[in-house]
C-alpha cells in the first residue's frame, strides 16, 4: 500500500522560503512520475509541479522561477522548494503520486496522495 506524508509546511512572510518534503513507502520513487498539488481556500486543487521518472519537470505559470521540484531517489524522498514566496502561494500541498513513467506534462493521472501540509504567507 502507497502512503504519501508531506512535511515541511508552516507560516512565513512574502518573500522568504520554504522546502516540502515527502516521504513514501511501499513506493519507489525513480521508477514513476511524481509531483506536488495545493487547494487554496474557496478554490480548485491545481497542480503546481511534477517529475517524471528520467527528471522531466513542469510547472504551472505562477510559480516557475521561484519553486524547483526534486527528488532524492536512495531516500525515496520529493521535495518543493519554494522561494520568493507571496501571499497567493497560500494553500494546502499535497504530494501526489502516479504508476507511470511520464505524466507527458499532465496533472490528471495522480491517484496516490498525502495529506497535505499548510503553507501561509504573509503580506
Known amino acids: 500500500q502507497v502512503q504519501l506524508v508531506e512535511s515541511g509546511g508552516g507560516s512565513v512572510q512574502a518573500g522568504g522560503s520554504l522546502r516540502l518534503s515527502c516521504a513514501a513507502s511501499?513506493?519507489?520513487?525513480?521508477?514513476?512520475?511524481m509531483g506536488w498539488f495545493r487547494r487554496a481556500p474557496g478554490k480548485e486543487r491545481e497542480g503546481v509541479a511534477l517529475i517524471d521518472s528520467d527528471g522531466s519537470t513542469r510547472y504551472t505559470d505562477p510559480v516557475k522561477g521561484r519553486f524547483t521540484i526534486s527528488k532524492d531517489n536512495a531516500k525515496n524522498t520529493l521535495y518543493l522548494q519554494m522561494n520568493s514566496l507571496k501571499p497567493e502561494d497560500t494553500a494546502m500541498y499535497y504530494c501526489?503520486?502516479?504508476?507511470?513513467?511520464?505524466?507527458?506534462?499532465?496533472?490528471?493521472?495522480?491517484?496516490?496522495w498525502g495529506q497535505g501540509t499548510q503553507v501561509t504567507v504573509s503580506s
Open positions: 501526489a503520486a502516479t504508476a507511470l513513467l511520464h505524466c507527458g506534462g499532465s496533472w490528471q493521472f495522480f491517484n496516490y
Open positions: 511501499g513506493y519507489t520513487y525513480s521508477r514513476y512520475c
